[in-house]
């Protein structure tokens, strides 16, 4: 991924957030970008220095007291208690099998919480009923672990499979397509398939599909597991462009390299329980 192919794509998916409000789908997501409001901030209310960063920003995400144990007994998260607020960009770290990608799952509603509850922007995951889970999960973009990809679909096809299916017009799914592409570097690999990309670049598909609705939640399961150092860092950065536009970032990472270079708050989970870092 080059330099300036990647901050063109910046700049124009900047261009598309701000000119076309009407893009950013159901909500107030994505908010215009304000150099007050892209402050790091923490993750607990009743951390003081969450209250001094965050301000008045309202909880979007939250897990009270939220136990989940799955059906072959294993406990993946024991008594977790998170906040997170509006435009927070947040890293998950732990040794594999800590419970990472369960409390994603939780939040998107994959997973239900065996004890306590799940709160996504005001609504309880638990008790959504008929559409409401597929609206609110509109709302949220996620980047699987495993990119979940389809391996008959093209590159293109991968990314706005998920506008179509949202009903956007052919003229606004590629509008969006291009810069997408370009700001993931594989605009030159539009038209390949899945089998015939690399693991880094098959994890930036995954990742343009994420991004392409500009959700205001954004959840990345180890986005950066498969890439170099560089490539890592331009995924982190994507990221926190994203970020630094409105949206709310949770990332989870085995990178402690990576974490240390960013300033963002940090979590980390242990055998199912959560740590403040
Ligand atoms: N569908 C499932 N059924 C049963 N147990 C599961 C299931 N998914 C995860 N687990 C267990 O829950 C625990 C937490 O798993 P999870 O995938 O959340 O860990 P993780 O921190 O994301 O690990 P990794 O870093 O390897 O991705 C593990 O012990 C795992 O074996
Ligand atoms: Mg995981």
Not at 68 to 84: C, I, P, Q, R
Not at 132 to 138: C, H, S
Not at 183 to 199: T, W
């Amino acid at each position: 991924m080059e330099i300036p192919r990647f901050c063109l794509g910046i700049i124009i998916l900047y261009g598309i957030f701000h000119l076309s409000p009407q893009f950013v789908p159901n909500n107030s997501a994505m908010p215009v970008l304000s150099t007050q409001e892209t402050t790091n901030t923490s993750v607990n209310q009743q951390d003081s220095e969450t209250q001094k960063h965050s301000g008045n920003a309202p909880v979007i995400l939250q897990l009270q007291s939220v136990t989940k144990t799955y059906a072959n007994g294993s406990h993946a998260l024991l008594d977790v208690n998170l906040e997170v607020k509006q435009k927070e960009f947040l890293f998950i770290t732990g040794p594999s099998g800590s419970g990472k990608s369960t409390l994603l799952k939780l939040l998107y509603g994959e997973e239900l919480a065996t004890q306590g509850e799940v709160i996504v922007d005001q609504c309880n995951v638990a008790t959504l009923r008929g559409d409401r889970l597929p609206l609110l999960r509109r709302r949220i973009g996620i980047v699987f672990q495993d990119y979940k990809l389809i391996p008959q679909r093209t590159v293109a096809e991968n990314v706005t499979f998920v506008l179509q299916a949202q009903g956007y017009t052919r003229k606004e799914i590629q509008r969006r397509l291009e810069p997408t592409l370009k700001l993931v570097g594989l605009l030159a690999k539009a038209d390949c398939f899945p089998s015939q990309l690399s693991g880094g670049e098959q994890q930036r598909v995954s990742i343009a599909r994420a991004i392409v609705a500009t959700p205001p939640i954004l959840l990345a399961d180890e986005p950066t597991g498969n890439l170099d150092p560089d490539n890592s860092w331009q995924v982190i950065q994507i990221l926190q462009k994203l970020n630094s536009f409105g949206a709310t970032v949770i990332v989870t990472t085995h990178d402690e390299q990576l974490v240390r270079r960013c300033n963002h708050p940090v979590v980390q989970f242990r055998n199912g329980r959560m740590y403040r870092k």
